[in-house]
């Protein structure tokens, strides 16, 4: 099986969770406090995951990143946003480098 299947099995459940009770699910409550509390919650968890990289174990920088990529799963589903764009634009800028790539976005054309 492919480790990506796991990102489109998640992707689904979260947006079943969309049409969901707040008190059904965590994913749910998230949702109904609104797009706010989930950035609040990817910027909590993107500072863990920096503080796990700066000193804690390979175990807990692995749990803090995958915190951090759930919670950035569900900002993208509560902005209609699929797996597959953010996957679509990663290939898109395979074999550019980094630097081609960022000037590229501050003309407006395509790296």
């Keep these: 099986m492919d480790k990506t299947d796991v990102l489109k099995r998640l992707e689904a459940t979260l947006l079943e969770r969309k049409a969901a009770a707040a008190g059904?699910?965590?994913?749910a409550s998230l949702y109904a406090k609104g797009l706010d509390a989930i950035l609040k919650k990817v910027g909590e968890e993107a500072a863990e995951t920096i503080i796990a990289a700066k000193g804690e174990s390979r175990e807990a920088l692995i749990h803090e990143t995958a915190d951090l990529w759930f919670h950035t799963l569900v900002m993208l589903a509560q902005q209609n946003i699929r797996v597959e764009e953010v996957l679509?634009?990663?290939?898109?800028?395979?074999?550019?480098?980094?630097?081609?790539?960022?000037?590229?976005?501050k003309t407006g054309e395509s790296a």
């Design 24 to 27: 059904t699910s965590y994913v």
């Design 88 to 105: 679509a634009e990663l290939e898109r800028r395979e074999g550019t480098s980094g630097h081609t790539e960022k000037a590229a976005r």
